[in-house]
């Protein structure tokens, strides 16, 4: 439901991973399941997630007596270190492992680096494909001998920046993460509570707001968007000062909104 | 996120009947069982249902290591033939077993009989609560020989209606149910399909707009309510229309909205 009020089209949904097995995090998932089948879905669907949860998924599928008619590729996370579970050619995901209780793991998406731009204003004539492709790979130009004739940046145009998300919901105060997550262009980390409730955050294996800060600092990370926030708290504002205080590059998480990540 | 749309209080919600195990009529259960846990519900929740939903129940709640703060007592629905599963003193519910080619029930919630009013305008003074109450039930007040002093109807208001409902979802056309229904204030029937779709609806064990007006006029209902419209049906007018030609009496159902009963 959230997705079709965001507009976000199903069927450019092709990953799916799913954190750990508390209901904020996956009840919704069977419901797109069974829409993408109502829908006519035919190419696969692939989804990353706790072992147990591919058993409940093929348990309500076999007591509702219904078959896909796409496949479903289930890619169970068992490790409790970090793993490439996707790679493709703009882009890595790694699990980050997080400490909530029950098996549970964030997610880091990189950019891959961009190939270079040839810059028209300082491109020569009569450059061969092969020498455009080296330039492109952020190779210099060079003779047969080897002799410059070009450095790179001469002929392309400024690298782009490959951005970097780490999505951490949910987990206890845990430096651990902090190698995993360095440097990223942006930090979700769960804030369920504030500074107030940092025994209950403890108990509940939750962040409170200036934890979910520390980390973002201590990572060098450039922005951190706070979320999962507890009912309890009407007004979020002292939950962000809090994280502000410490860090701050620091924007509360809003359902449906969009970031724009620019260097 | 429907029942918080409409301003329905969960705390309200204490028995909960679920006919099948499809995705679009048991997958917001477990979202709804997680808030009132979060909500800090104490009170026992019932749930009524095929079998298997209580393993999958279970199953999530061991998966996600919840344990609720409510008792929820899980009411197995295993009989192929009508049986009451619920009494108070206002109404009692009774299952439909309905033909969907899983197991799957609807529901008539028939309101008792209510007590008769006193009339307090033909009302003689002095009378004793044991004469009172027997008016209440409907009985004449007689001397201590059996001999009639006051006819009921003189001393009370005309008895109010009793009003029932059947939900009945989904279903291929079935004829069975007829006499489960007969005579109910108000019957929900899907009506998935059109005619122009009849042979689908009967490969998908679903109804067409007219075969539930059908049913609605051989039971002699007050009001027909069609539902669960498939997505190909932009325009609801044509499966209305042709309800209608059948069946005067008969609506199309709209999320959140409130039907008065009346006489």
């Not at 079709?4 to 995090?25: A, C, E, P, Q, Y």
């Not at 731009?117 to 092969?130: A, D, V």
């Not at 949910?170 to 262009?185: A, M």
């Not at 860090?247 to 449906?256: K, N, P, Q, S, Y």
């Amino acid at each position: 439901m959230q997705l079709r009020k965001f507009n976000v089209k199903l069927n450019k949904i092709d990953h799916v991973m799913i954190s750990h097995l508390h209901g904020d995090h996956f009840f919704g998932l069977m419901g797109m399941i069974s829409t993408m089948h109502l829908f006519k879905r035919i190419k696969d669907l692939h989804v990353y997630g706790p072992p147990d949860l591919s058993e409940i998924i093929v348990s309500i599928l076999r007591y509702s007596k219904s078959y896909l008619n796409f496949k479903l590729v289930f890619h169970p996370l068992e490790s409790d270190t970090p793993e490439l579970i996707f790679e493709n050619e703009i882009l890595t995901v790694h699990t980050i492992p997080l400490t909530h209780g029950i098996r549970c793991n964030g997610f880091i998406f990189r950019e891959k680096p961009k190939p270079r731009k040839i810059n028209k204003e300082t491109m020569p004539e009569g450059f061969s494909l092969q020498n455009i492709a080296r330039l492109k790979m952020g190779l210099d130009i060079v003779d047969g001998e080897g002799n410059l004739i070009y450095k790179n940046e001469e002929l392309t145009l400024p690298e782009k920046v490959s951005f970097s998300y780490a999505y951490c919901s949910d987990t206890t105060y845990n430096e651990n993460i902090i190698p995993l997550i360095r440097n990223v262009s942006l930090l979700y980390h769960e804030s369920t509570f504030g500074t107030d409730m940092e025994q209950r955050a403890i108990e509940t294996y939750h962040s409170t707001a200036k934890q979910a800060a520390i980390i973002a600092q201590k990572a060098n990370v450039s922005k951190l968007i706070l979320g999962h926030f507890s009912v309890r708290y009407k007004d979020l504002e002292p939950l962000l000062s809090e994280a502000k205080g410490i860090f701050h590059e620091t924007i509360l998480a809003r359902e449906g909104e969009s970031i724009i990540l620019e260097h």
